[in-house]
């Protein structure tokens, strides 16, 4: 498999091509019987492996399964990524020659990542990544409200392959991947180790946060940190996938897949959504435990509504998101108080901003404007940003970074990539962070971050979910 920088090489010879019109995108969107989604990723065909996506939004009956690249842009520039990919994907859709797609994510679609901060230090687990990566799949399962949809994207001459054989290859292709049509069996695999990397330098490094935040006008930092998992064999995707669809309904389930290494997670924090010109932002930071005790888990929760280290912590994100979302949007609305969002491990501060986009605003320019929320990054951001590579001294990849899709027609949304986890063979590393803020209390925060692991670590047979 190629490293992602070889890949985007090898794609840039089409880009050019699509850019100059000597190739165009074909894309075919056909209704078909109903179809597994984690089954469809499971079953991919065998030239798909290591490039394949998974998306199920949060509390809703809408998946997105892409197999196989038709297009894989995967920048090496960090600078305007965020344009560089907007630009790009303009130019291939205005050309392109596209049927039977009339329901929202159906059509050519981009699934991806953008990595949390380009300009941190890069390490070697991240290597199947680029800083942009997105793929433009050759196959993709759309579920909307128990309908199913094939999409088949395919590069072509424009004068080129006529149009019946792609219509028989897709016919070819759903026959194969019907007649193999299998249930996903949980495929248990044992740990044989399981590290929380370098706690006592991490609580150092909050206490030394801390004291920053009490005596300079930083007001935020998230500071993160991982766990490292080894098992006897790799993983199933699938099984992991299919533990986290089941038992964090309200998250986004998600998976990017690159070579040997997967990105995934369960993750309860968009960070914008974009249907038509409506716009939707979530603000979710501050944060508590759950109890098995109703009583208990309901004091809890008034107790985080009412904290007020937590609601300054929240705030923050608030204001941040409001200010961010104010020049390109109209109508903004933004609740005064925030309402709880419950997972089954943790139960956080939520606050839902919508508006309706200004003319020209894609979602990819929202994802710059909002990117990173202090829900991820911190207050100053650029100075957050320079602790968290000072004192973080990991490369957090994909982790808290936008993960999301758009169409062709401008719809889309982005979560960020929390409760999330890498596995590449026998290995996962999972990332956790929290929002620093002058009263925060080391001893709290590790707990905090412990509790975030929950997810990733049920989802792979670890403790409870
Ligand atoms: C940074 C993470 O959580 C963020 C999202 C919700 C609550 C948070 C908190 O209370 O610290 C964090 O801002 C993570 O899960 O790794
Ligand atoms: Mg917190």
Redesign the pocket.
């Known amino acids: 498999m190629l490293r992602a920088e070889n890949q985007a090489i090898a794609h840039s010879n089409i880009i050019k091509q699509l850019e100059t019109k000597q190739k165009t995108l074909f894309s075919l969107t056909t209704p078909i019987d109903p179809f597994d989604p984690v089954v469809f990723y499971k079953q991919g065909t065998p030239n798909t492996e290591g490039k394949r996506f998974f998306w199920k939004s949060a509390n809703e009956d809408f998946y997105l399964v892409g197999v196989g690249a038709a297009l894989l842009f995967s920048n090496l520039a960090k600078k305007n990524r965020f344009d560089d990919i907007h630009q790009f994907w303009k130019d291939i859709v205005q050309n392109a020659e596209i049927e039977g797609s009339s329901i929202i994510g159906t059509g050519p679609l981009l699934f991806g990542g953008f990595s949390f901060d380009p300009d941190t230090g890069k390490e070697q687990e991240w290597s199947d990544f680029g800083d942009t990566f997105f793929y433009l799949p050759k196959y993709m399962l759309t579920v909307v409200n128990g309908q199913h949809f094939l999409t088949f994207n395919q590069i072509m001459d424009p004068a080129g392959e006529n149009k019946t054989s792609q219509y028989k290859h897709i016919e070819e292709y759903m026959n194969d991947l019907l007649a193999r049509q299998s249930t996903v069996a949980v495929e248990q695999v044992s740990m044989t180790s399981c590290t929380e990397i370098g706690q006592a330098e991490w609580v150092k490094a909050v206490e030394d946060i801390v004291n920053l935040l009490k005596s300079t006008d930083i007001k935020k930092v ?1 500071l ?1 940190r991982k766990m490292i998992i080894e098992f006897t064999k790799s993983p199933s995707i699938a099984t992991v996938l299919e533990q986290l669809r089941r038992n964090q309904p309200g998250s986004f389930a998600f998976a990017l897949e690159s070579g040997s290494s997967c990105f995934l997670g369960a993750s309860p ?1 968009r960070l914008v959504k974009k249907t038509g010109e409506e716009v939707l932002s979530t603000c ?4 508590a435990p759950r109890s098995k005790d109703p009583g208990e888990d309901e004091w809890l929760g008034k107790n985080l509504l009412n904290d007020a280290k ?1 609601r300054y ?1 929240h705030q923050l994100v608030v204001n941040m998101i409001k200010n961010a979302l104010n020049p390109i949007c109209t109508n903004l609305i933004v609740p005064e108080e925030p309402i709880l969002m419950k997972t089954p491990a943790i139960q ?1 501060l939520y606050t839902p901003i919508t508006g309706r986009a200004k003319a020209g605003q894609s979602i990819f320019k929202m994802v710059e404007r909002l990117h990173p929320t202090p ?2 990054g911190g207050v100053p951001t650029i100075e957050a940003l320079k602790i968290i590579r000072e004192k973080e001294k990991m490369d957090r990849g994909l982790y ?1 970074g936008p993960i999301g899709w758009t169409d062709f027609r401008g719809n889309g949304e982005f979560i960020v990539g ?2 999330s986890g890498l596995i590449q063979n026998n290995n996962a590393i999972l ?5 620093l803020v002058p009263d925060s209390n080391p001893q709290d925060e590790l707990i ?2 412990r509790i ?1 692991f929950r997810p990733m670590l049920h989802a792979l047979g670890g403790e409870e979910k």
């Open positions: 998230v993160a924090e979710l930071a501050g944060s937590n912590e956080h829900a991820l808290a929390i409760r990332y956790a962070g929290c929002g905090e971050t975030k």
